[in-house]
């Protein structure tokens, strides 16, 4: 219940405090006050999107703030903490919640839970469990089929409405399965030519058998190879340079450092200090001979027939060129790729068997799924002859007592909701054929219908709230008195806010709110009060004739409220 709605720079409102509490709270005013802001200002803390253009002319931000009483535990209060925020107990199980919003003039929004900032997301959550919001544009609404069987399943109770959550699973796993088993058999020739592409590209892969790094290796191998006589000869040059072994008198580096190494021998014991140079030459007459040593090697190690062995290797490069051009990719990524491909061939040639398989699992989860739409379907029907009665009953309430509702449900194409087609039909009057509530019904015919049908589907529900906005539309006379005897019914078991031009509806409020403007300046400025008493008459004479002060208005308004007054 909503105990209290702040609102600020909203629209025409300036700054208005609006003391709500439970019962029947009526809120009116003249064409232009702000009455509309109310529900504007209600709906931006129940999460709806914000618009920037509703904010006071002059302002940076507008701002709402409503204080809800609430369950100490519960639903709700339990996903405010969940958010982080707090609710404050006030006693007898019950706690005060904070709701807040702020909307910026560039757009930007915040929410506030309890004391703690939040998505707004968080707001719309909370908001479908304290309220119901009903405008003109929902009593369009209730036109559409789809609102209709919405309202249907509602009040069809909670053994139905799991029913139907099963049915929209498994609706949903069936389209998934027939989705792939579709794909599947659409694609399998294509499938099955990329499986006999890649057969023979892992043919040609495997004959190849490229190895990781064999490109580098290759070239490296290319390049000694295509130098072969000048490494011969160098390497050659080399050890003849270092060892002669050629046996003439030429010096090599061997001998000259044996030679210089014997000098010092000869002469290191008349002075240590030639001992270090003795050592140097001793590591570079073994240093020597191991370079010697390793040249050996080498030239023996050089192939015999390059020529030969240099041709393989182009002819190697030239292969793996090839297959690197025709894939579109350099060797290393081929190797990489094709060590994957065989996980792919084997999951092209298992379609066959996963085709076999889908169409077994496509065929149990539509038994499934018709099951659950004739379950659906029973339910719905059960519920529409009750549905339809109930209201009936609340139309008669509502000053149509020869108006009837039907409600009917027929077979159609299976879909997320089901495979029935819901259609509700009014007779307005003994005699009448039903017509379909989107093309028989007027405006004013809605109202009582949304009205009927919320006070129905209110006494299986648990919102603890309900705001109508001029609920009342394309209603006068003796049936707008009716209307607000049957809200003020309403507001027995739920709390009640009401935005209303007549005050055949006002006149049953326990609470009554006016939204007054004044000149400031520029501005216009709209502030609220609570009126009682005189003030209270005057206002309902004002909305009767136009005329606060008028005698007439104002006996026809004493009267009125005189008329209400059991019901309040």
Do not use: C
């Amino acid at each position: 219940m909503i105990e209290e709605l702040s609102i600020r720079d909203l629209g025409v409102i300036g700054d208005a405090r609006l003391p709500l509490g439970p019962g029947f709270t009526a809120v009116t005013g003249e064409t232009g006050a702000g009455k509309t802001m109310v529900v504007t200002a209600l709906a931006l803390l129940l999460g709806e999107r914000a618009d920037a253009g509703a904010i006071r002319a002059g302002s940076v931000q507008a701002g709402v703030e409503g204080r809800w009483l609430v369950p100490e535990t519960g639903a709700v209060a339990e996903r405010v903490r969940e958010a982080g925020g707090e609710v404050d107990p006030v006693g007898d199980g019950r706690a005060e919640l904070i709701l807040a919003r702020t909307v910026s003039s560039e757009g930007r929004s915040r929410g506030i839970v309890g004391g703690r900032s939040t998505p707004v997301g968080v707001l719309a959550e909370l908001g479908e469990r304290l309220v119901v919001v009903h405008g003109q544009s929902d009593q369009l609404r209730l036109r559409s089929a789809a609102a209709q069987r919405e309202a249907l399943d509602a009040s069809a109770g909670a053994e139905h409405a799991s029913t139907l959550h099963d049915y929209a699973d498994a609706y949903r796993d069936w389209r998934a399965l027939a989705s792939e088993l579709e794909v599947l058999a659409l694609d399998r020739e294509t499938r099955a030519r990329e499986a006999e592409q890649l057969r023979l590209d892992l043919d040609e892969y495997a004959e190849l058998a490229p190895q990781p790094g064999e490109e580098d290796e290759l070239a490296a191998r290319a390049e000694r190879l295509g130098n072969l006589e000048d490494l011969r000869a160098s390497a050659a040059l080399a050890q003849e340079a270092i060892s002669a072994q050629s046996g003439d008198d030429h010096p090599d580096a061997v001998a000259l450092v044996e030679e210089a190494r014997r000098a010092l021998a000869r002469v290191v014991d008349h002075d240590p200090g030639l001992a270090p140079a003795r050592d140097g030459l001793d590591a570079v007459a073994f240093q020597l001979a191991e370079v010697s040593a390793e040249l050996s090697r080498y030239l023996g190690g050089l192939d015999v027939d390059g020529a030969r062995e240099l041709e393989g290797v182009q002819e190697r490069r030239s292969a793996l060129a090839a297959f690197s051009r025709k894939h579109g990719a350099p060797v290393d990524e081929l190797v990489a790729r094709f060590e994957q491909a065989g996980l792919r061939l084997v999951e092209l040639d298992g379609d066959d068997d996963r085709i076999r398989a889908l169409e077994h699992e496509v065929q149990r989860a539509r038994v499934r799924v018709d099951e659950l739409a004739d379950r659906v379907g029973a339910g719905r029907r059960a519920a529409a002859e009750a549905l339809a009665s109930a209201v009936t009953a609340e139309l008669a309430a509502l000053a149509m007592p020869d108006a009837r509702l039907v409600v009917e449900v027929e077979a159609a194409e299976l879909g997320p909701t089901g495979r029935d087609r819901v259609a509700f039909l009014l007779t307005p009057h003994t005699g009448a054929e039903p017509r379909p509530l989107a093309r028989g019904a007027s405006g004013g015919e809605l109202s009582r219908v949304m009205l009927a049908l919320e006070v129905v589907l209110a006494a299986g529900g648990e919102t603890p709230t309900f705001v109508f906005d001029e609920v009342d539309a394309g209603v006068g006379g003796a049936a707008a008195i009716e209307i607000g005897r049957r809200l003020a019914r309403l507001a027995e078991s739920a709390q009640v806010i009401v935005v209303t031009h007549l005050a055949q509806v006002a006149a049953f409020a326990g609470n009554h709110l006016v939204v007054e403007k004044d000149r400031d300046g520029r501005v216009t400025a709209s502030s609220v009060r609570r009126v009682d008493a005189d003030a209270r008459a005057a206002e309902m004479a004002r909305l009767l004739s136009g005329l606060a002060d008028s005698e007439s208005g104002l006996a026809h308004a004493r009267e009125l409220l005189e008329l209400a007054q059991p019901a309040r």
